[in-house]
């Protein structure tokens, strides 16, 4: 007989077209739970979700939780929202998306990536190494992985393999067996209050590492490097670009279509070993420093080399990463989730570096005022290696209070420390003529933004073909 401890709950997700919860949605469908959600708009997520027979209501209304027995709210959705003050009155179960991923994957062995930049990335590609090693992991991610078309999926062997989202301080809740932090920037303050109890909070999170597991922690960058040398015990290795890694970056080779490096393989009064030509298909230095990571865990979890390399050359990367969505003659399009600066930097850096004489065009939504406000001399200065910048108004996300915000001189700004042309635009049809009445020939754009602008990209791609 077959017991199904899932089999009477119905799962109400508010906020279900979220990147994450569309993931545990799916994972908790595929364990046996009954599962629906609603959110205010259609997106890919909520597509993907009808595609997959989950029942998605858009709005937010007390008769979506008729017949819900528990409700997953996600960070975003706020106190006064209809459903959640119903299932209070109701007094059903309310957990927030971070506890009850921290329920799902408690029987597991985890493996958590975390970080300001860089995690579903890595997450893709452990992920990928674990499938190619035969292991079968649990997965889920922050981004559809090319490779299965999706956030999640449910696998049937020991470990998970889990992006964690440190926003909101959920990374904390997680149990850990070995985990992965790309990277501390300057994110999330709304909630943290302040940078030193961000930093804080990461510190805790590499502590809690078991004895039985290790953190892989990125040595090149500065607040990681500061903060490992507070740590109570060195339960954790380092990786990267510097010679005191222990997992370091050598020898690297940058083409248009892939990377190649050796990994140098240091314990302290161990022998040194370098695994030689390592071939991945993404650009630039923050990708082959998450590859790093990826290689480390798997090394230390026992895959052989063979399996680790041959799951890297198959890796299809992961959608709104860099992505190729069309072209119109010699002119190509590309859409990328960065809306940091740190972001920002990396990608057109390691754009630049492989088309070295192309014309790169970067379309630029920024998001959330908040953001924008904090971080405004930053992104003013993250375009010097682009030959134009066209400017989209902001992306609020929900926010209602716009800091005084003025586009005409945050594009003053940008020109003045990226030293390039900036282009303002009202929407996306003005989009639409700037890109009719200015491209030439050759050309590289670059469309950024978490908000709609790849939405935008997309439809415009349409008309313009």
């Given at each position: 007989?077959?017991?199904?401890?899932a089999?009477?709950?119905?799962v109400?997700f508010?906020g279900?077209g979220?990147?994450?919860?569309?993931?545990l949605?799916?994972?908790?469908?595929?364990?046996?739970f009954?599962?629906q959600?609603?959110?205010?708009?259609k997106n890919k997520?909520?597509d993907?979700?009808?595609?997959?027979?989950?029942?998605?209501?858009f709005?937010?209304?007390?008769?979506?939780?008729?017949?819900?027995?528990?409700?997953?709210?996600s960070s975003a959705?706020k106190?006064?929202n209809?459903?959640?003050?119903a299932?209070r009155y109701?007094?059903?179960?309310i957990?927030?998306r971070?506890?009850?991923l921290?329920?799902i994957v408690?029987l597991k062995k985890n493996?958590?990536?975390?970080g300001?930049h860089?995690?579903?990335?890595?997450?893709?590609?452990?992920?990928?190494?674990l499938?190619?090693?035969?292991?079968?992991p649990?997965?889920?991610?922050?981004?559809?992985?090319?490779?299965?078309?999706?956030t999640?999926q449910l696998?049937?062997g020991d470990?998970?393999?889990?992006?964690s989202?440190?926003?909101d301080g959920?990374?904390?809740?997680l149990?850990?067996t070995?985990?992965i932090?790309t990277?501390i920037?300057?994110?999330?303050l709304?909630?943290?209050?302040?940078?030193?109890i961000l930093k804080?909070?990461?510190?805790?999170f590499?502590?809690?590492?078991?004895s039985?597991?290790?953190s892989l922690i990125c040595?090149?960058?500065?607040?990681?490097k500061?903060?490992?040398q507070?740590c109570k015990?060195r339960?954790f290795?380092?990786?990267?670009f510097?010679k005191?890694a222990?997992?370091?970056?050598?020898?690297?080779?940058?083409?248009?279509?892939f990377s190649?490096?050796d990994?140098k393989i240091?314990?302290?009064g161990g022998?040194i070993?370098?695994?030689?030509?390592?071939?991945?298909n993404l650009?630039?230095d923050?990708?082959?420093?998450?590859?790093?990571?990826?290689?480390a865990?798997a090394?230390n979890?026992?895959i052989?080399i063979?399996?680790?390399?041959s799951?890297?050359?198959k890796?299809?990367g992961?959608q709104?990463?860099f992505?190729k969505?069309?072209s119109?003659?010699n002119?190509?399009?590309?859409?990328?989730?960065?809306?940091?600066p740190?972001?920002?930097?990396?990608?057109?850096n390691g754009?630049r570096?492989?088309?070295?004489?192309r014309?790169?065009?970067?379309?630029?939504?920024?998001?959330?005022?908040?953001?924008?406000n904090?971080?405004?001399y930053?992104?003013a200065?993250s375009?010097?290696f682009?030959?134009?910048?066209?400017?989209?108004p902001v992306?609020s996300?929900?926010e209602?209070l716009k800091?005084?915000?003025?586009?005409?001189n945050?594009s003053?700004?940008?020109s003045?420390?990226s030293n390039v042309q900036v282009?303002?635009?009202?929407d996306?049809?003005?989009?639409k003529?700037?890109?009719?009445k200015?491209?030439l020939d050759n050309e590289?754009?670059?469309?950024?933004g978490a908000?709609s602008?790849?939405?935008w990209?997309?439809?415009?791609?349409?008309?313009?073909?």
């Amino acid at each position: 007989m077959k017991i199904n401890i899932a089999s009477k709950e119905i799962v109400h997700f508010i906020g279900i077209g979220g990147i994450g919860m569309s993931g545990l949605v799916q994972i908790m469908k595929n364990m046996g739970f009954k599962t629906q959600g609603s959110d205010l708009n259609k997106n890919k997520n909520t597509d993907r979700l009808i595609k997959s027979g989950i029942k998605v209501f858009f709005g937010h209304n007390k008769n979506n939780l008729k017949k819900a027995t528990m409700v997953v709210i996600s960070s975003a959705i706020k106190n006064n929202n209809k459903e959640l003050k119903a299932a209070r009155y109701k007094k059903l179960p309310i957990f927030k998306r971070g506890d009850m991923l921290a329920n799902i994957v408690a029987l597991k062995k985890n493996i958590v990536i975390t970080g300001a930049h860089g995690k579903t990335t890595t997450t893709s590609l452990v992920a990928n190494i674990l499938l190619e090693a035969g292991l079968d992991p649990t997965v889920i991610n922050g981004g559809v992985i090319n490779s299965f078309k999706n956030t999640a999926q449910l696998g049937k062997g020991d470990w998970a393999v889990i992006e964690s989202d440190e926003s909101d301080g959920s990374f904390l809740k997680l149990p850990v067996t070995y985990s992965i932090v790309t990277n501390i920037d300057r994110e999330h303050l709304d909630y943290y209050g302040n940078f030193e109890i961000l930093k804080k909070s990461f510190l805790k999170f590499i502590e809690k590492t078991p004895s039985f597991g290790k953190s892989l922690i990125c040595v090149d960058n500065k607040y990681l490097k500061s903060l490992v040398q507070k740590c109570k015990n060195r339960n954790f290795l380092t990786y990267g670009f510097s010679k005191k890694a222990n997992y370091q970056i050598t020898n690297v080779k940058k083409n248009i279509d892939f990377s190649i490096f050796d990994l140098k393989i240091n314990f302290l009064g161990g022998k040194i070993n370098t695994i030689k030509n390592i071939k991945i298909n993404l650009l630039g230095d923050h990708n082959i420093s998450n590859t790093a990571a990826s290689i480390a865990v798997a090394l230390n979890l026992g895959i052989k080399i063979r399996k680790i390399k041959s799951a890297l050359e198959k890796f299809m990367g992961i959608q709104r990463r860099f992505t190729k969505i069309f072209s119109i003659g010699n002119i190509e399009f590309f859409d990328d989730y960065a809306h940091h600066p740190t972001e920002i930097k990396a990608v057109i850096n390691g754009a630049r570096e492989v088309y070295k004489k192309r014309k790169i065009i970067c379309i630029f939504q920024p998001h959330r005022y908040s953001r924008v406000n904090d971080l405004k001399y930053e992104f003013a200065s993250s375009f010097k290696f682009t030959d134009a910048v066209v400017l989209c108004p902001v992306y609020s996300a929900g926010e209602k209070l716009k800091y005084n915000f003025n586009q005409i001189n945050f594009s003053n700004l940008i020109s003045k420390k990226s030293n390039v042309q900036v282009i303002n635009i009202k929407d996306q049809k003005d989009l639409k003529n700037y890109f009719k009445k200015n491209l030439l020939d050759n050309e590289l754009v670059i469309c950024m933004g978490a908000g709609s602008i790849s939405n935008w990209i997309r439809e415009i791609g349409q008309e313009l073909k």
